[in-house]
DNA sequence: ACCTGAACACCGTTCAAGT
DNA sequence: ACCTGAACACCGTTCAAGT
């Protein structure tokens, strides 16, 4: 139950060196995002986040303004497995191929962040910049600015759900509700889903590539 | 500040009848769902939901188990503007059609309650027996299951990502905050993006339309 | 049967006090 | 400068007590 981090009292080895050290914001983020992915964002507390880092809850507050600062550091630990500046000179459909997979990829990762991450508003500069670099790559291919973003917010919801549903921990879909509901037919497509987690990637990425497709053509007749 | 409705104190008119109904699961949904509209999800604590009806927190948990179930109810609500089990007997395209807009529709009309359903294991016999009726006419249709269900999540995942950015209160881009961090393009869409709520759903029924063509095509290529 | 006040454990957050 | 204990307001929930 008690973390193997170092503890003030048993150890006064090296008389020079502090026993922890001094907290940064890399290494919160680095913890919450820990806490979130083997258990849930719940569980992440400021006192559990605290513990982890081996000091007390209010001692966070010297290094974050509150927990919505921990939520945008999260995001940007996230982002940064995403962001590629580099399809920026890339031609369209091949930025939001790049940027699809991922994007898909980052959130299978980490699926217990998607419930917290896509539901609050974005305010940090790195996430920022991602869309801007995405949606400048669409419009720099002709794109019409709207149709830019639509296309960047369906794309980031078809990715969310899928990462979402075929990973999480939680499931939406519960095989023994359903089948205690009158559902047989929910019950029997969602019970072999354990080790589909596999081909969940390659499904992903033939519907993207139809996603992709299907707004090119779009183009092709309203913008070009 | 006060509520209008009815306070014990006041008005002793008609002394056989007591001054407030006696509550009901039904009450507490729509008391739940009206408070999500009006502000949020996190608005909607156990001591303002009483509140709104008239009574003192520990009193709903004569009515409901907890807060937990108060999720179910308003599920329950949100799924009855949405479930039709007529599309049973509809050609699978068809019936991806009406329930793709049929769902849109209920979110965009209740978007503050997305952030909460959509994270939320579904527990509820009414949502489970549309899901059922939903891969059912699929499967009808001569679809493989486990690609019904991957259009059913999808689908879900793309109507609700749009009629969460285009309704919701709290939008994840904010423009401000964009033209603060250097996302001049990211600012400049999201700004006229106020009274475009008009043309959201026209939107995403044209994405709507592609999405099911695409997956009528790959059942043609798969599974006939 | 239904509602209530009081109480409990647990949140996030503040702050004066320590080193 | 950084960490701490104590305190505050606010959660969800329980329960003995009222009617």
């Not at 980052?106 to 508003?121: D, E, M, R, V, W």
Request: some cysteine; proline content about 6%.
């Amino acid at each position: 139950m008690s973390e193997p981090t170092t503890e003030p009292s048993s150890a006064p080895r090296k008389p020079g060196r502090p026993s922890r050290p001094p907290l940064t914001e890399a290494m919160i983020a680095q913890a919450a995002l820990e806490i979130i992915d083997e258990h849930d964002w719940q569980s992440c507390t400021m006192k559990a986040l605290a513990q982890r880092l081996g000091v007390r809850a209010p001692s966070l507050y010297h290094h974050v303004a509150g927990q919505h600062e921990i939520v945008d550091l999260v995001r940007k630990l996230v982002v940064s497995e995403i962001h590629d500046p580099a399809i920026l000179d890339l031609p369209a459909a091949e930025a939001m191929w790049q940027f699809g997979i991922a994007y898909y990829r980052a959130f299978a990762k980490h699926p217990n962040t998607i419930q917290l991450l896509s539901t609050t508003p974005i305010r940090d500069r790195d996430t920022l910049q991602m869309y801007e670099v995405f949606l400048q790559a669409l419009v720099r291919g002709g794109w019409d600015k709207q149709r830019a973003l639509e296309a960047l917010l369906g794309l980031e919801h078809l990715a969310l759900g899928f990462a979402f549903e075929w990973n999480a921990e939680d499931l939406m879909l519960d095989p023994v509700a359903a089948a205690a509901h009158g559902a047989p037919l929910v019950a029997e497509i969602t019970h072999d889903r354990t080790n589909q987690n596999a081909i969940a990637e390659s499904t992903f990425r033939s519907l993207l590539g139809r996603y992709i497709a299907m707004f090119e053509m779009e183009a092709g007749d309203q913008s070009l």
